[in-house]
């Protein structure tokens, strides 16, 4: 029976142990056990998320103020809670710099797109002048080509219709007889 048991475990393959020596033998021991098995996901930990302050509480469990026969733990306890808020009104100031910061930068990034895509249009239109222009002078030249070998052809034409005429003699008789 214990024989039993033992052949019925799978068997896998035993894996020399290495005992990263540097934070490159770790990342290299990492991108190897990604690499076996290339068809798995691999397991990308989502950003951190900034952690702000708490919110402030709803209710003011001390108002003492000025009152005569405060306690002398009173004060600690004023300052951490003016420490505290100034923490979060600083917070929230660095978080609206931030945001007015983004805003004006994207602002200039769609100024400056608009401003690049006006001069690619720009220079689109004058590459299709020019290209419209090629392209009609070389139907000109055509046309040309055409028309003068026309002309050759038809000049030639002539030329053998009077070789004819001569070989012929006039078709009309000079001196009236």
Do not use: C
Not at 3 to 8: H, L, Q, R, V
Not at 60 to 88: D, K, Q, T
Not at 107 to 116: G, I
């Amino acid at each position: 029976m214990a024989d039993e048991a033992k052949k019925e475990k799978p068997k896998f393959p035993k894996r020399q142990v290495v005992v990263p020596k540097t934070t490159a033998d770790l990342q290299r021991l990492h991108v190897d056990a990604l690499m076996r098995d290339v068809s798995k996901p691999a397991k990308v930990p989502d950003p951190r998320k900034e952690r702000g302050p708490r919110p402030p509480p709803e209710t003011v469990r001390w108002v003492p103020g000025s009152s005569a026969g405060a306690g002398s733990s009173e004060f600690h306890i004023y300052r951490n809670l003016r420490e505290h808020e100034n923490r979060r009104q600083e917070y929230i100031g660095k978080k609206a710099k931030e945001e007015d910061k983004d805003e004006e930068f994207q602002k200039q990034r769609e100024a400056h797109l608009a401003e690049a895509e006006q001069k690619t249009s720009k220079k689109r239109a004058k590459r299709q002048r020019k290209k419209q222009l090629k392209e009609q002078a070389k139907k000109v030249k055509k046309l040309n080509d055409e028309e003068k070998e026309a002309v050759q052809q038809g000049s030639s034409d002539d030329s053998e219709d009077s070789n004819a005429e001569e070989e012929r003699g006039p078709s009309f008789v000079v001196g009236g007889k």
